[in-house]
């Protein structure tokens, strides 16, 4: 099938959102209830997602975005500090601790493409305080030995879990710290992005085992005030309340909490659907030495929030780029996680230094393209993205036969 053939059949997005009768309907009984902002059913999604996680408490917030920032601002890092992350994640990760007022400082990956311990240990000087891992499309990172450092150097860790709902490390879901005996970080922020396994629009959450520092956190997530609305609401309509500290406006509304609730009630079946897609795509391209398959990790659970394949570009007689566009003239959908934080002008001021330099993440980069990879994708769709990533390299395979025999 050529590619003007392909251009007949349905685009397929990146990426449509799981939605259900389920949420329109919580949706809809909200608005009825009168109760908009944060409030029931705000505490009933908390209250749900730490038992589904396994930890001992968690705070809803409006982003992860907000809740890395809460953790960073309520554990006292600021200027002076240096805190240790990945090259290879959203800009948000390094956004938060410079509005903070630390330093961010890039270990290198792995060749999972998440951070390395090792390049982390090497980063580490008297000013770094904490080390903030990103677990990249949902494969969790090696987070033993980044405790280990952690608890040697006296560093906080803070992870990056936004792509990393429903992913287990060694046997237990990321922000869980009731059964690992010690071994667990200070903060584990998740993202309800639209683009996420579980969404709420806009949205996220911070779990803690630390009881002083979700209280601290809750404070800072409403303007620094003692009590919000539906403490208030619950103390009989006591209206006072006190400015404690200089805070935020961090807060998750009900009217994104009810979809949150729906959505983690069906997380164990999306991941169960995205395991089964990607093993699809993971079968389709075996045979192909133009693609690699995403790595996974033995002995724990991938969450599959992202399908990135790695194009082997001493294979291919086209770039990342012309792949991409390849993929859109078959009506396909793709995208790139991420471009380097060392790429981007804004961070130009510290990615040049010596300490930055992260030549692992800068050579996977070109090679990476994020396919569709959704619950609510068909096995048509499936197919038909597959057959696409089959096309293109099989083309460009024969091209270059073509072009060593004249």
């Not at 685009?11 to 949706?27: C, S």
């Not at 394949?309 to 959908?333: C, H, Q, S, V």
């Amino acid at each position: 099938m050529s590619p003007s053939d392909n251009r007949r059949m349905a685009f397929i997005p990146f990426n449509v959102p799981a939605i259900g009768e389920e949420e329109i309907l919580e949706v809809t009984d909200t608005l009825r209830s009168g109760w908009l902002t944060t409030g029931p059913k705000t505490a009933k999604f908390e209250q749900e997602f730490r038992e589904y996680v396994g930890a001992s408490h968690a705070l809803a917030v409006n982003s992860a975005t907000a809740a890395m920032h809460l953790a960073l601002a309520a554990l006292g890092i600021g200027p002076g500090d240096e805190v240790i992350t990945t090259p290879l994640t959203f800009c948000a990760t390094v956004n938060t601790i410079l509005q903070v007022g630390a330093t961010p400082v890039l270990a290198d990956v792995g060749e999972d493409g998440n951070i390395d311990p090792l390049s982390i240990s090497r980063r580490i000087t008297e000013r770094t305080r904490a080390i903030m891992p990103v677990h990249i499309g949902g494969l969790a990172c090696d987070m033993e030995p980044i405790w280990n450092i952690a608890r040697n150097h006296r560093l906080f860790v803070i992870e990056d879990a936004a792509h990393a709902t429903g992913t287990h490390y060694k046997g237990f879901p990321m922000g869980d710290d009731i059964h690992r005996n010690g071994m667990r970080s200070d903060a584990v922020c998740f993202s309800f992005y639209a683009t996420k396994n579980l969404t709420t629009g806009e949205g996220g959450m911070v779990v803690t085992p630390n009881e002083s520092l979700f209280e601290r956190m809750k404070v800072l997530c409403l303007h620094g005030i003692s009590k919000d609305a539906w403490d208030r609401y619950k103390d009989k309509g006591n209206w006072y309340y006190e400015v404690e500290v200089c805070g935020f406006k961090y807060n998750l509304s009900d009217i994104a909490s009810c979809l949150g609730l729906h959505q983690l009630r069906k997380q164990e079946k999306f991941i169960q659907k995205r395991a089964e897609f990607a093993r699809f795509y993971s079968e389709s391209f075996r045979d192909l030495p133009e693609i690699e398959v995403p790595p996974d990790s033995p002995g724990n659970r991938h969450a599959w929030h992202l399908y990135a394949i790695r194009l082997n570009l001493e294979k291919l007689d086209i770039n990342r780029d012309a792949f991409i566009r390849e993929l859109r003239n078959r009506e396909i959908g793709s995208s790139v996680h991420f471009i380097p934080i060392p790429l981007h002008p804004a961070y130009r001021n510290f990615a040049h230094l010596p300490q930055n330099q992260t030549p692992r993440a800068l050579a996977l980069y070109p090679r990476l393209i994020s396919l569709p990879l959704y619950p609510t994708m068909t096995e048509a769709q499936l197919t038909q993205v597959a057959e696409a990533v089959r096309q293109i390299a099989l083309a460009n395979r024969a091209n270059r036969v073509t072009e060593s025999t004249r």
